[in-house]
Each structure stands twice: as structure tokens, then as C-alpha cells.
């Protein structure tokens, strides 16, 4: 199993420079990645009405810049409220600045903070999954190096070709879905890996260890395939961490990430990075 941390990107977290050196301090701690959300709005009690929000893209080239080895990338972006090809210039641009390190991170995106709806974009959920299809779809023929031309119900394309390519021979792309609905794990099981989440509640070992063995009956690859887990561990109670994040190991989990509460203060994000991961073996 690897570890990583899973960092909001706004509050104190919307500043470059700190999150730069947290990255290379969860390098030097033993973590293996470092993962950053990506919202336009976001409330929460307790939190500051506006939140100061930076942009994720631009934190993960001050993380590449600042680490050498951690994987990095985006948990998730939303694909319907971005355009493919701009972000095939982004994702292909890090992987090279990060030396190949980039993992993508893919989702439908959520209107419950108003991401869609003030900007005045569709709320449509099943539109969402349109464009998430078409995206993913020009996505990886971009990333191809090849000219293609592309007609679909929301985008179109006519004889592009994007160089260079990524510097990874393919960038990861690990697919967000809330459990137990089908369709987002079928659509994942095409790809790299899944962030599995659940809306009722937490995911527990047992859900995990149910939609592994869904996804292993719609992969048609051998190739490797990751199954993400998060939540907070105590850094102080290793046992009890490490007893934690093996009960989702043993159902199927590839990583685990720390995924911090945007009400936590720098002091508590800082210590716990600083504790190193989990100790699982």
C-alpha cells in the first residue's frame, strides 16, 4: 500500500509557498504522494464566507517544483466543467515539469457548492456524465501525439494534433464514483484506478472489499489497477492507525490518503505530515 496526502486548497492552504513546503516535507516524512482538491467555491461551517481559494493546477507546479520522487495531482477535478483540451496542455505540461509523477484525478464534479450552477453551466447530472465520457475520450487521443479529429454531442474537434506527448508513456487517470451505483465503476474499470466514495455515509472495509470485486469483474486488463481509501489517522496511535488503513488494504485498497478537514489548523495538518504515514505492513 502507498500513502499520500489529501490537502484543501483553500483557507491557509490557498497559499503556494506553504503548500510547497508541506509537499517537501511530506517527501522527507515518508509519504508517497501528495494530492490536491479542486473547487471553485466551497463553504463550510466555521470556515471564512468567501473562502480565499487558490487554483489547484498552479499549487501542483509549485509541489513539483519543491519535491523530487512524490506522485502528485488533482483529487478530483471535475472534467464536465473543464475544457479537454486545455486540460491536456495542463496534465501533459506537469507530467514533464514533475519528471513524470503527475496522476489524474476525474469526476463529475458536485453543484452543491454552486460550481455549475453560478457559473451558469448545466446541472444536469446525466449531461455531467456526457461530457465526462467525451472528455476522457479526447483526452487520451491528445495525449496520443496523433492528429484526430473528434464529433461528439458536446464537443468537436477537427484534425488536432498536441505535442509533445506526456512523459509518462500514459498518465494515470483514476476516476471518482459514489457507491454502490454501478456506472462510475464500469467507467473506471477502463482505466487506471478509482477514489470511491460514499454519500450516506463512510466507505467502510466491507464496501471496499464489494466494489473490488465489482471492478474486477469489469476489467478487461491486466494492466495495474488502483483503489484508493482516505480518511484521518492519529499519528500518535500508530497501532490503532496502522490496524485502521489494514483493514482496507486487506479488502483491495492500493493507497490510502490522508485526507484532511479544511477546519484543521496549519499547526494540525503540519504535525501530521511531519508523523510520517501509517506504519502497515
Known sequence: MQFAVDLPHFGPFSNPRLVAELAHEAEEAGWNGFFIWDHLNYNQEGLASPVEIADPWLLLAAIAL?????????????????????????????????GGRLILGLGLGTNFYGEYHDFGESTDIRTHGERLDEGLAILT???????????????QISQVQFLPKPLQPHIPIWLAGNWPHKKPFRRAAQYNGIFPQRIDRALTPEDMRELVGYIQQQRTQTAPFDVVAFGLTSGTDKGRAAAH???????GATWWLESF?????????????????????
Open 66 to 98: 519543491h519535491t523530487k520522487s512524490i506522485k502528485l495531482g488533482p483529487m478530483v477535478t471535475p472534467l464536465p466543467r473543464r475544457r479537454p483540451w486545455k486540460l491536456a496542455r495542463e496534465t501533459v505540461t506537469l507530467d514533464h515539469l514533475s
Open 141 to 155: 487521443r491528445l495525449w496520443s501525439g496523433e492528429q484526430f479529429s473528434y464529433e461528439g454531442q458536446h464537443y
Open 245 to 251: 488503513v489494514a483493514s482496507f488494504a486487506q479488502a
Open 261 to 281: 478537514d479544511p477546519l484543521q489548523t496549519l499547526e494540525q495538518v503540519r504535525q501530521r505530515i511531519q508523523q510520517g504515514p501509517p506504519e502497515v505492513r
